[in-house]
Every structure is written in structure tokens, then in C-alpha cells.
């Protein structure tokens, strides 16, 4: 039960932050206006609207400082056929922005809370399943983009079969009691965006988040089937430490010999006798050792190599044997 709702917070966790991590993606690609620069040299806007390149870029730039609370203000002066004039100089336009702005500064609010949000939940599921914190962490975040890749693949297979459908569907949604978004064609900021660079717009912002979020979801991969070797690692240690036979059990265990106990318990009884008197006399002489035996180990402990070698090689002969032996070169001369 703690794992689960540990899981769970961490897959909410990481649910808010790929929201407000998606939503940086989006704010970092509005912002590149060298690449919208080469959009509009795509589509050949600047010459569809007589205008420059130059002119097309500061708009956007405009725009997006507008958008960001970097300028009150989107009224910018270009040349248009030769002639100085505002960019933007119909009310549907600026009324649109304002309301662009307003939506724009409560997610940039949103994502800030999101984050703040994000890792309190994460913590909360870090502490309350401690010992798996990172196996839970890795889950949690394949559960969090779960929900996200379904969200946005039900929104990338709309856009792919009918894109102006689903723009429509999606301009409805973040404004719900307004038409403003409804900009006739004689605006110059419906000519400069048109929905041919929206799409591509799109399919930039989804491909920088599917290679950020996947690059994560492959590191969580790569956690998991490292605790996995070692987990097994240590299974495979443990198994090869584990005696295999009979014979490797009998000398793991500590205590009496039970090998030799077998043995003894099967031998006959002349046998068991015989070991017996062996194993008294070995317990006598080890315990009270008679007075030849004494004798001999203190000669031994006395008596170095060369006096033992001398004894040896010098002793006198002795008794009948020596006299034998002095008959029988007596004989032989």
C-alpha cells in the first residue's frame, strides 16, 4: 500500500513537471526568431506582403516581448511598398494580443506554481517509500509521460488529419468567450502567421519535447536494468557461495564431524575395539608419559644435529655384537 501511494505521488509529480516543462519548451521556441526568419523565407512572406526580412522578424520580436511582459506595447513601425507604417493597426489586433498576453503571463504563473508543485509531490513520494526511492521515481515518471504521450498523441493525430480543425478546436478552448482570435485576412499579424507556419511551429515545439522527455524516460531505462543486474548479481553470489553437494554441506556446517560419526557408527565391533584401545593410548600417553619417553624428548631437546650426528658416528661397540663383528675381520685376514 505505501509503494502504491508512493508511486502514485511521484506519477503526479512528474505529470506537473513534464506540464511546465512543456510549457518552457513552448515559451524558448516562440522566442527564436532566427527561425521564424527562415520560415518566412520558406513561405516567401516578405514578398507576398512587401515587406523585408528584417521588418517580419522585429514584428515577431515584437510579439513575443509583448507577450512576456518585456513591452507594453505592440506598436512597431515598418516599410511597407516603400512606405513607413504601423504593423499592427487594427483594433481586432491589439485586442487579440492583450488577451494572447493575459493567457500567456497565467501559464508562465501556472508553470512556476507547477514546478513548486512538482517537487513537493516527488519529495512526498521519495519519503514515504524511502528504500525504493529510485526504482518508485523511475516508474512514477514512466506513468507521468504515459498520460502525456496520450495526451499529445490524441492531439498530434488530430492536427496530422485536419490541422485547421483542430487549431479551431484549440483557439475555442483557451478562449472560450471570445472571437477575437477571428482575424480577417487584411491583417498583416494573420499574413505573417499563417497556419502553414503554426503547423510547423507545432511539429518543432512536439519533436523538442519528445526528445527531452524520452531522453529522461531513457536514462529511468537504463536505472532500472542496472538494479536489475545487480540485483540478480547478487542472487547469483549468494547461490554460488550455498554449498552444492553433500559433501560441501557436511563441511559448511559447524559442529561435529558428521562424516566421521557415520563411519564409526558402520564399523564392526573388532574394529570399533581396535579404535578404541588406540584412542586410550593416545590419551595416556598424552596425558602422564612414562619416564623412557621423557628421557628421550629432553635428549632430543638437548642434543643438537652435530652431537647427535657424533653419537652416532663415534659410539663405541658394545657387548656380544662387538665381539662377533672383531672375530669375523679376524677371520677374513
Known amino acids: 500500500m505505501k509503494k502504491t501511494i508512493a508511486?502514485?505521488?511521484?506519477?503526479?509529480?512528474?505529470?506537473?513537471?513534464?506540464?511546465?516543462a512543456a510549457f518552457t519548451v513552448v515559451q524558448l521556441t516562440a522566442s527564436e526568431t532566427a527561425w521564424f526568419e527562415q520560415e518566412f523565407t520558406k513561405l516567401d512572406l516578405a514578398t507576398q506582403m512587401n515587406m523585408t526580412l528584417g521588418d517580419l522578424g522585429a514584428s515577431v520580436r515584437t510579439l513575443v516581448d509583448y507577450m512576456n511582459g518585456n513591452t507594453e506595447t505592440i506598436d512597431l513601425l515598418v516599410t511597407v511598398d516603400g512606405q513607413q507604417v504601423r504593423m499592427f493597426d487594427m483594433d481586432i489586433e491589439i485586442v487579440h494580443m492583450r488577451e494572447v498576453r493575459e493567457l500567456w503571463q497565467w501559464f508562465m504563473s501556472t508553470r512556476n506554481t507547477g514546478l513548486l508543485l512538482g517537487v513537493l509531490l516527488c519529495l512526498?513520494?521519495?519519503?514515504?517509500?524511502?528504500?525504493?526511492?529510485?526504482?518508485?521515481?523511475?516508474?512514477?515518471?514512466?506513468?507521468?509521460?504515459g498520460i502525456f504521450l496520450v495526451l499529445v498523441a490524441f492531439a498530434g493525430t488530430w492536427a496530422a488529419i485536419s490541422f485547421d480543425s483542430f487549431w479551431t478546436a484549440f483557439h475555442r478552448i483557451i478562449f472560450p468567450n471570445s472571437e477575437n482570435w477571428l482575424l480577417p485576412y487584411e491583417s498583416?499579424?494573420?499574413?505573417?502567421?499563417p497556419s502553414a507556419l503554426f503547423r510547423d511551429l507545432v511539429m518543432r515545439m512536439g519533436g523538442r519535447m519528445l526528445v527531452l522527455f524520452l531522453s529522461v524516460a531513457g536514462v529511468c531505462v537504463l536505472i532500472l536494468v542496472l538494479q536489475q543486474r545487480k540485483l540478480r548479481s547478487a542472487e547469483q553470489n549468494v547461490v554460488g557461495?550455498?554449498?552444492?553437494?553433500?559433501?560441501?554441506?557436511?563441511?559448511?556446517?559447524k559442529g561435529p564431524d558428521l562424516l566421521a560419526v557415520?563411519?564409526?557408527?558402520?564399523m564392526t565391533v573388532t574394529e570399533r575395539r581396535k579404535?578404541?584401545?588406540?584412542?586410550?593410548?593416545?590419551?595416556?600417553?598424552?596425558?602422564?608419559?612414562d619416564e623412557g619417553e621423557e628421557a628421550d624428548l629432553r635428549d632430543a631437546e638437548l642434543d643438537s644435529p652435530m652431537e647427535s650426528r657424533q653419537k652416532i658416528d663415534f659410539a663405541p661397540f658394545e657387548g656380544k655384537k662387538a665381539e662377533e663383528e672383531d672375530d669375523d675381520y679376524d677371520e677374513l685376514l
Open 188 to 193: 498583416r499579424m494573420i499574413q505573417m502567421l
Open 262 to 266: 557415520h563411519k564409526r557408527a558402520n
Open 241 to 253: 557461495e550455498a554449498p552444492q553437494t553433500p559433501e560441501e554441506e557436511l563441511s559448511a556446517v
Open 7 to 20: 508511486v502514485t505521488l511521484l506519477a503526479l509529480g512528474f505529470l506537473t513537471l513534464i506540464l511546465s
Open 124 to 145: 512526498g513520494g521519495v519519503i514515504l517509500d524511502g528504500k525504493d526511492a529510485l526504482r518508485n521515481a523511475c516508474v512514477g515518471y514512466f506513468w507521468g509521460l
Open 275 to 289: 579404535l578404541n584401545e588406540e584412542m586410550e593410548r593416545q590419551k595416556q600417553i598424552l596425558a602422564a608419559p
